[in-house]
């Protein structure tokens, strides 16, 4: 597996720096600023092997020219992003090479149109997943549809439990605040959100969170569960017919909340 390192951004971003022991080189996911990358890759004596986008959101490439000024690398992401600089474009089921270990790419389209996930199978498989699926939360739908987030969020089912989840936002305190008006009895929610207060009040990421979790606490993943249906049905006002019903009413009261 890759060693993950953040990389602070922003207000509240994260870039992921995958490592591995036996190398300088690293890769870095969604640089939306080139500076902070560069601050670390010189205090650690690292030196950039290639970029990796999940979407064209300025928060997740504006670096990558400055970046491209020092290194002569590629830059992967989604084949039909409107960002014009990615290098090596990129369509659901690519394998991709990096430090020496295969990615796997999954277009998962919903936050926007160009939107991919990338993942790593080996012992720990781990997912970086952009703006898709957050620790109790997921995108905004800017562009797609709630049938295709709520798709992504059935795909991301799929994978094993231990799956560990890089996304790239530090928005953890406040979709635990929806989880729990979702499903205020949920046990879980609970115990997660006490545990990410204490890692906030210690300045420290609630991230990476595990597929495993976000089944228990997401109500974006628990769409077929009676308690989100019935807290949607509520907040609605009206009876709901099937999933998407409920996705698009959860995700439009989060929007609001």
């Given amino acids: ?108 389209p919903g936050h926007t149109l160009d939107h991919i996930c990338y993942l790593s199978q080996l012992q720990t498989h781990q997912l970086f997943c952009g703006d898709t699926l957050f620790l109790a939360g997921c995108g905004r739908l800017f562009e797609g549809s709630p049938k295709q987030m709520l798709a992504a969020m059935q795909l991301f089912k799929t994978l094993p439990a231990s799956t560990e989840v890089y996304c790239t936002h530090e928005y953890s305190m406040a979709n635990l605040a929806f989880a729990l008006a979702v499903e205020p009895h949920n046990t879980e929610i609970q115990k997660v959100t006490l545990n990410c207060q204490q890692l906030r009040d210690n300045n420290q990421p609630t991230l990476p969170t595990s597929i495993g979790q976000e089944c228990t606490i997401n109500p974006f993943m628990r769409t077929e569960f009676s308690d989100v249906i019935s807290a949607a049905e509520q907040h609605a006002k009206r009876s709901i017919e099937n999933e998407i019903d409920t996705f698009t009413i959860i995700r439009e009261w989060k929007n609001q909340f």
């Fill in 1 to 108: 597996m890759f060693t993950v390192t953040p990389i602070p951004a922003f207000n509240d971003n994260y870039i992921w720096m995958l490592s591995t022991p036996d190398q300088e080189q690293v890769v870095v996911v969604d640089p939306g600023d080139a500076s902070k990358v560069l601050e670390v890759l010189e205090r650690d004596k690292r030196r950039l092997q290639a970029i990796l986008i999940t979407h064209h959101h300025n928060d997740h490439t504006g670096g990558v020219a400055e970046l491209l000024s020092h290194f002569n690398i590629p830059v992967y992401g989604p084949k039909n992003s409107p960002f014009n600089g990615i290098t090596h474009p990129l369509s659901d089921g690519d394998n991709i090479s990096v430090l020496g270990h295969n990615l796997l790419v999954r277009e998962i």
